[in-house]
T-cell receptor
Framework: AQTVTQSQPEMSVQEAETVTLSCTYDTSESNYYLFWYKQPPSRQMILVIRQEAYKQQNATENRFSVNFQKAAKSFSLKISDSQLGDTAMYFCAFMTNSGYALNFGKGTSLLVTP | SAVISQKPSRDICQRGTSLTIQCQVDSQVTMMFWYRQQPGQSLTLIATANQGSEATYESGFVIDKFPISRPNLTFSTLTVSNMSPEDSSIYLC??????????????FGEGSWLTVV
């Protein structure tokens, strides 16, 4: 079974600063997908960024980037130039290449302050 | 990406009643998924719904409590039966949407926030 661990229940960052959210996972699979989802107070799950395990290059989406360390089974999310609208719960999730269900971490609550 | 609509977005339900949540997708998808998010918790998969076959339930979830329909490739329903306060949760529909070159991505509907009183 795959497990996903987010060790930071809460974090805060000042507007315009950079913050990194941590995620580790455990799997015996060699190919899989990793995701970061954002859940604002509206409760909708919004895909932030996606990484395929067979790709060595770290995924980037505008101000969001990941540091994917496959050997260490680590998948951290870096948010640059933080904005007030980034305030949300952030969930790290894992999916095997052969499956479609997501395994989620417990989430990190991020607060961006003025 | 897929556009997923869920109804209702929010409801307050009486103990012992049942409520059906609808999920509509703007494109045909093979698999649809139903998740539950209890207050302050992460998401837990309830079941996987394939068109033309019975849903596959995860451990701890049973068809009598959470019957699911999947009549076509764009629509699914989840019923929460005989509700108790412990069923107060956000229920989310999700679909897989294969990117053109690189495989699976999972998208979510807006969620249905149920409160059982």
């Amino acid at each position: 079974a795959q497990t996903v661990t987010q060790s930071q229940p809460e974090m805060s960052v000042q507007e315009a600063e950079t913050v990194t959210l941590s995620c580790t996972y455990d799997t015996s699979e060699s190919n899989y997908y990793l995701f970061w989802y954002k859940q604002p107070p509206s409760r909708q799950m919004i895909l932030v960024i996606r990484q395929e395990a067979y790709k060595q290059q770290n995924a980037t989406e505008n101000r969001f980037s990941v540091n994917f360390q496959k050997a260490a089974k680590s998948f951290s999310l870096k948010i640059s130039d933080s904005q007030l609208g980034d305030t949300a719960m952030y969930f790290c999730a894992f999916m095997t290449n052969s499956g479609y269900a997501l395994n989620f971490g417990k989430g990190t609550s991020l607060l961006v302050t003025p | 990406s897929a556009v997923i609509s869920q109804k209702p977005s929010r409801d307050i339900c009486q103990r012992g009643t049942s409520l059906t949540i609808q999920c509509q997708v703007d494109s045909q998808v093979t698999m649809m998924f139903w998740y539950r998010q209890q207050p302050g918790q992460s998401l837990t998969l309830i079941a996987t719904a394939n068109q033309g076959s019975e849903a596959t339930y995860e451990s701890g979830f049973v068809i009598d409590k959470f019957p699911i329909s999947r009549p076509n490739l764009t629509f699914s329903t989840l019923t929460v039966s005989n509700m108790s306060p412990e069923d107060s949760s956000i229920y989310l529909c999700s679909v897989d949407s294969r990117a053109s070159t690189s495989g699976n991505t999972i998208y979510f509907g807006e969620g249905s926030w149920l409160t059982v009183v």
